[in-house]
Structures are given as C-alpha cells and as structure tokens.
C-alpha cells in the first residue's frame, strides 16, 4: 500500500535552479528532473542501454525522416489530467524546442538537432520530421530534452520562470516543494502509468560539504549521499546498515587546455608532452582504489560497432613527453590551472597529482581555485582547466562530437579550440547512414584528439559513488541520472 512506502532524504552537492528539463543538460539537473518527467521512448541503462517504449506506446520509422509514435493511452499528469496528442505537439514543437528563442532551443539543437517538425495526425499519432537522414535520431530523441509536458498547465503560467518552478509532467513522482538554494521535495504520482512508485516521497537536500553528507549519512539523517571518494569508504561501510553502491560511469573525466588564446598552449608539442607525462593508472589506483577505468580514448565499448578495442589509451612516456617539450617554445612561463577543487569527487587531489606530473618534467602549472564556471571560462588569463564528459546515449556523437565538435561550446562560446578537418570529419559521424564510413570518422577523429592536435585529453573514466542504507535496495545507473521508479528501488 501507499502508506507503506517510505520517504527518503537523498544528499547532494548541487540542485537545479529551474525544473524544466528541455534546459539545460548537467548532473544536478538530470538527478532530479528524471524522477518528474517522462519521454516517449527511453533508455534502458539497466538493460544494455536499450531503447524501449514509455509515453509511446510504439514509435516507428515511416521513411529516411519521418518517425510516428502513437500516445500511450491512460496516462495522467500530476495534476490528474489525461495527456494527449496535443501536449505532444506542444512539448516538442516550436513554443518549447523548436524555434530560435524557444526555452528548449539550445538543448534540442545540442541533442537531436535534426528535428525539424512535429505534426497531430490524430488524437492518438504524432509525426516527427528530420531536417535530413539521422542514423542516430531514435538514440538522441530516447535520451533527454524530449519530456512530455502538459500545455495547459504551462500556459497558465505568466511566465516561464514561474512554470519552470512549477511545472506538470508525468513522472513517478510530481512536485511538492521547492526552495531555491535549499532542496527539492517530490511525492509519489500515484497514478503513474508505469505502476506504483516505490517510494513515497523524496527530499533532495543541498548539502555541498562532503564531511556534512558523510556525517549526515552515520547519524541517520540521510537515505543516500551523493559523491563520495574513496577516502571516505571505509567510514561509510563501519556502519553496518550503510554500503557503497555506483561505479564505473558511461562518462570521461577531463582536462581542457586552451589551446587559442594561451601563448604557451598554442603550441602543439607542449600539449602533447601535457597529456603523455600523465600517468593515469597511477592516479586511477591511488585516488580511486583502482575501481575505475582508463580508456582506450574518447570512447567506449556501447559505441558498439564504432568502438575500436585494440586502440590504446594515451601512453605515460615520460621520455617522449621530454621530447616533445624540447621541440616546443615553451621556456618555464607559468601556466595557469583554473578549478573550483570540490566541483568532481577527488578533484582537487587529482589536480595537485597533475600538477606535480607535470613539473617532473619541466612544465611550470600553476594551481589557481575559482568559485565558479564563470571565472573558470574568463579571459585573459585561461590555460588548463578540467572538465567531465557526460554521455546521453550510445554513440560518439552524444560525447565526442557533443563536447568538441563544430557547435560546441568548447568551440563556439568558450573558443578554446579548433581543428577544420575534425569539424568535417564529425560532419560524416554525425549523419552518415554507412556504418563503416562513420567508425572510420570516429577512429580519425580520435587521433586528432589524442596527439595531433590535443583540445585536452581523457584522464579516465568517470566515478560516481554513493553511500546509501542497505535496506533501500536502490540500483544507480551508470549516469548521472538518480531514478527511483519501479524496478529501479528494487
């Protein structure tokens, strides 16, 4: 029964300032939003990454660039209303995607930019039109920015700041309180399509001190605490109804250089001997208990077809990155290291071990603490700074491209780096329908990124660990995504 279940308090470092998914893209926002909204197809992440039906229930290609889903019928929004094809249309169409100015624009144009209309057919079939060919379009469209929302109720709001504090979606759980700064609470959408949520309710509590999420974890004031290291494991596992659960995620810890407008990372060989004195097992078996992985490059094995097992990571040759120095201008002019420090589990530790990697042999980094992204990204004065790639769904697309390529904001609205032939090449990854054109792009692009001509380079791979009680029985997926829907919380 509903009065059964329990309410939760789950820690965080960060909340989303708004709750309207189609956004914004970063983790404090899909460790929340998840839980309030549905899309019409999803990804299983506990199924091999699978795309099955959720608000569809079928979702068809008709030709090279028209796609039909039917509605599900049933399904209620939190406020009781059934969703129809309307609010399909109206979710993914030009007051909330489509067109420029759209609060959505900017997400859709990141994650399925070939979206060019949505049609009613009937009051049980929505169309959707690609601008051309999109071999990836169903992965795009089944990872985020395509939450169904109910047009009423957005439009009964004056603004969108207000629908955007206040918003009605479909999810297993709906809105029941929301301080700014403070924390999140959602309750139990009992009428959910998908079956009883297993929880009654859930407090997202902005804690940003991993000392305080820690202690709050052993007095029993929270259910599960978000980002812990691996210096904090064996305090979480002395309490015998605690555990450590998450892992190994579909993401890539980074470092940016800014290869434009710093004078000594303009320089090719300087980057290249950066990234090869760069030992990556040794910080992966220091800092992490060696629970993570370092990649063979900026891919992974989901990429499926396009993943290439036999590449290697970039090697840690100590020799050849004194090569490449002595080849470079660079004459032991400080290089600035810009980094909030508490931003990424273990960041600031990973940064000081960089910092003295890169002194070992010649390189004058200097460790410079911001408060924020904003000071981070501020010209003058940028040189190093580090980053996470996220992945949205399987295919170098979603990461590699997303965070490089041509419409990046890497590229566009950071101008930290450029590289004509990877543009043209992701020109070929992005929409080709031959598979084998697109693995050859993919590999190519890959080259470029690992030495010749470095925007940064993979550290390795993301970890995402949490205490939580034993008793919840909750399984994370390997993203950032903290669901709690049936067969999620087991």
């Known amino acids: 029964m509903a009065s059964e279940r329990r309410k939760i308090v789950v820690a965080v470092p960060a909340l989303p300032d708004q709750l309207d998914?189609?956004?914004?893209?970063?983790?404090?926002?899909y460790r929340v939003l998840v839980n309030l909204f549905d899309l019409p197809v999803r990804i299983d992440y506990l199924d091999g990454w699978q795309i099955k039906n959720a608000l569809a229930a079928s979702f068809t290609q008709v030709s090279s660039t028209t796609y039909e889903m039917k509605i599900r019928k049933g399904v209620k929004f939190h406020d009781g209303s059934t969703m129809t094809a309307d609010d399909?249309?109206?979710?993914?169409?030009?007051?909330?995607?489509?067109?420029?100015?759209?609060?959505?624009?900017?997400?859709?144009?990141?994650?399925?930019?070939?979206?060019?209309?949505?049609?009613?057919?009937?009051?049980?079939?929505?169309?959707?039109?690609?601008?051309?060919?999109?071999?990836?379009?169903?992965?795009?469209?089944?990872?985020?920015?395509?939450?169904?929302?109910?047009?009423?109720?957005?439009?009964?709001?004056?603004?969108?700041?207000?629908?955007?504090?206040?918003?009605?979606?479909?999810?297993?759980?709906?809105?029941?309180?929301?301080?700014?700064?403070?924390?999140?609470?959602?309750?139990?959408?009992?009428?959910?399509?998908?079956?009883?949520?297993?929880?009654?309710?859930?407090r997202f509590q902005l804690v940003p001190e991993l000392g305080t999420r820690v202690a709050g974890m052993l007095s029993g004031d929270y259910d599960i605490a978000v980002d812990i290291p691996p210096d904090q494991f064996a305090t979480v596992r002395g309490n015998p109804g605690l555990e450590i659960v998450g892992g190994d995620n579909a993401a890539f810890r980074v470092v940016?250089?800014?290869?434009?407008?710093?004078?000594?990372?303009?320089?090719?060989?300087?980057?290249?001997?950066?990234?090869?004195?760069?030992?990556?097992?040794?910080?992966?078996?220091?800092?992490?208990?060696?629970?993570?992985?370092?990649?063979?490059?900026?891919?992974?094995?989901?990429?499926g077809e396009l993943f290439d097992p036999q590449r290697a990571p970039v090697a840690f040759d100590i020799e050849k990155a004194k090569h490449y120095l002595s080849q470079s201008s660079y004459k032991g002019e400080a290089i600035p290291f810009r980094s909030?420090?508490?931003?990424?589990?273990?960041?600031?530790?990973?940064?000081?071990?960089?910092?003295?990697?890169?002194k070992a042999i010649g390189v004058n980094v200097q460790l410079e603490i911001k408060e924020n992204w904003s000071q981070i990204y501020k010209k003058p004065g940028r040189g190093i700074s580090n980053s996470a790639d996220g992945i949205l769904f399987p295919d170098p697309v979603a990461s590699l491209w997303r965070r490089y390529g041509?419409?990046?904001?890497?590229?566009?609205?950071?101008?930290?780096?450029?590289?004509?032939?990877?543009?043209?090449?992701?020109?070929?990854?992005?929409?080709?329908e031959d598979v084998q054109a697109r693995k050859a792009a993919f590999q190519k692009m890959l080259d470029i990124y690992d030495m010749q001509d470095p925007p940064g380079f993979v550290l390795h791979s993301f970890g995402r660990f949490y205490a939580a009680k034993k008793d919840l029985r909750w399984k994370p997926y390997p993203t950032a995504q903290m669901d709690f829907r049936p067969g999620v919380v087991l």
């Open 340 to 358: 909030i420090g508490t931003y990424y589990t273990s960041e600031m530790p990973t940064n000081q071990v960089l910092v003295a990697m890169w």
């Open 21 to 29: 998914p189609a956004v914004r893209t970063a983790s404090r926002v």
């Open 88 to 202: 399909v249309v109206f979710s993914l169409g030009p007051d909330r995607l489509l067109e420029k100015g759209a609060p959505g624009y900017q997400v859709k144009r990141a994650i399925f930019p070939s979206l060019s209309a949505v049609e009613k057919i009937d009051e049980s079939t929505v169309r959707l039109h690609t601008s051309i060919p999109d071999p990836n379009f169903l992965k795009r469209f089944a990872s985020w920015g395509s939450q169904i929302v109910s047009a009423k109720a957005f439009r009964s709001h004056s603004s969108f700041e207000d629908w955007a504090r206040n918003p009605v979606g479909t999810g297993p759980y709906k809105l029941a309180r929301f301080e700014a700064g403070s924390f999140i609470e959602v309750e139990s959408h009992d009428d959910y399509w998908g079956g009883l949520p297993p929880l009654k309710g859930i």
């Open 256 to 303: 940016f250089f800014d290869a434009l407008n710093n004078p000594q990372l303009k320089d090719v060989n300087l980057r290249r001997a950066l990234s090869l004195s760069v030992d990556r097992q040794k910080i992966v078996d220091s800092l992490w208990e060696g629970r993570l992985s370092v990649p063979g490059s900026h891919q992974l094995p989901i990429y």
């Open 406 to 432: 041509a419409g990046s904001a890497l590229q566009k609205k950071r101008d930290l780096w450029t590289n004509a032939e990877f543009n043209k090449l992701g020109e070929t990854l992005q929409y080709s």
